[in-house]
């Protein structure tokens, strides 16, 4: 009996200073897991950016969350201005669809967030063998060139605009 108490007493506070498994560090990594909402892939035969990019990108992508459901989307990253009058913009495509997409085509459609004024647009086809298949919860870092003539505002500062897909079709798998 006496062994029994003292096999309780000791179990009892190894339970006490072991926290039950609750403690902080594994809390964090769960909050971790649940927020990396979507994964961050390349293109085949795109160069994969150094460790320490992917690691900011695939930040920005958490803070963003899950893409939204049912449709493709576009995250600007960066835009900018060439000195030719093109206009890059970089940022995610998104699929938040259940399903593998690829072959995608359409309008990439840019306008000033504040306003809805166009600054450019232009058509887009992103095939299977340039950009690859998206599947379902993944987001791709991607950069896309209008040309100077499909740019309608060039004087607009590029800092607060919006990128949609205008009748987009693509393939699903």
Not at 21 to 27: A, I, L, P, R, Y
Not at 79 to 106: C, H, M, P, W
Request: net charge negative.
């Amino acid at each position: 009996m006496k062994y029994l108490r003292y096999g309780i007493l000791i179990l009892l506070v190894f339970s006490i200073l072991s926290g039950c498994g609750n403690n902080d560090e594994n809390k964090e990594e769960t909050k971790q897991e649940e927020t990396k909402k979507q994964s961050l892939t390349v293109a085949p035969g795109q160069e994969k950016p150094d460790e320490k990019r992917m690691d900011e990108l695939q930040t920005k992508l958490n803070e963003l969350g899950d893409a939204p459901e049912s449709r493709v989307s576009f995250t600007g990253v960066d835009a900018k201005f060439q000195d030719d009058g093109s206009l890059v913009i970089e940022g995610f495509v998104r699929n938040g669809f259940d399903y593998t997409i690829k072959n995608l085509a359409g309008e990439l459609k840019v306008l000033d967030n504040r306003d809805n004024e166009p600054i450019a647009s232009e058509p887009f086809t992103l095939s299977e063998d340039k950009f690859g298949k998206l599947k379902s919860g993944e987001s791709r870092l991607w950069a896309f060139t209008l040309k100077a003539e499909s740019v309608k505002n060039k004087e607009n500062d590029l800092k607060n605009y919006v990128v949609i897909f205008d009748g987009l079709t693509m393939d699903q798998e």
